[in-house]
């Protein structure tokens, strides 16, 4: 039985994958169980933000490993609190929880959003609905489907949880229109990742910003794909110039290892106290070893002045391709919408080639490693031409 077979014998059929059985990686380049070589414009959706086995990287998870890999959060360790500090100089949020996931980032974003209303308006107020954008995707938990804007993921797994109202991205009337005084929390991500790379409009979002303030209403930022130094800024809501209340983290930020992060501000940094939210993992020592590997690498000035760089020159070279109508994104999240060619036959074909990519809605998404070269860039822009020829 080759490995495919054995692996659909015992694993739910939950995604539809590749028939890719990845063994190994370096550099920006993963190999396959033959030998092949396929370089890597998606980084495991955007997770592997320095590449495979980073020699930084790998050297802090195996130290970490030998240390203590792993004790509950009724103890203290050192390499959490230098994670968090290093997190919080980054970022300007004081106080964090960990979790392992994006979806567990923002099951605690929600949670805190409640709570904090709940504190200070009393349970007779109902004031828990959170407003979230459509088209937008948020995790996979029933809390997170739930607050996913688009219908195709509210199927089958009823009843799903109330109290998300979604409103359309880049109207600001609406969003006035479906806010009350019910309303706890807007959430959104700057760029909208899953639902087709569509960044949100600079007004939209401080008009935005703007009407929740001065209605006591949270924003949350679910930059869990946008953030970790992936757009050009450590956070993209640098680039909006606005704080949210509330933005949560995963995928890039801890290039590999399950960390999904929950940033709040001194508003409601104090909302859950001892019992009211917990993870065994997280903040698990290898996952934050892993962590702040990757966030001391991408947080500085001349990385994320790079990582902008190689943004634009992405832009240039897929403008040269004929076949290429535009493309969307910010930094390093490009959507790249095509002229008469489908995505998704494109990234088949990109595959077999030797190039990976990825698709979000009707547009080729590609999310490289934070430290890709230029000549990685150029091998894999001969191979997705030639695919597009
Ligand atoms: C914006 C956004 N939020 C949340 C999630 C869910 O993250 P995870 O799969 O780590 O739970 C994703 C995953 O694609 C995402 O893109």
Redesign the pocket.
Known sequence: MNTIEKFNEHVMGTYGRYPLVMERGEGRCAFGEDGKEYIDFGSG?GTNSLGYCDEDWVDAVCRQARAVQHTSNYYYTKIQADFAAKLAEVTGYDKMFFGN????A?ECAIKIARKYSFDKYGKDAERYNIITLKNS????TLA?LSATGQDVFHNYFFPFLGGFINAEANNIDDLRNKIDDRVCAVML?FVQ??GGVNPLKKDFVEELFRICAEKDILVIA?E???GSGRTGTFLTSEQYGVKPNIT?L??GVAGGVPV?VCLADEKCSGVLAAGHHGSTFGGNPLACAGGLAVVSKVSTKEFLEDVRQKGEYFRKKLAEIPEVEGVDGLGLMLGIRFKSKKASEVCGRCLESGLLVLTAKEKLRLLPPLNITYDEIDRGLDILGRVLE
């Open positions: 959706i996931s994006g979806a567990e923002n995707f948020h995790g996979r997170t991500e990742g899953e679910d869990v794909q946008t949560t995963a995928k999904g």
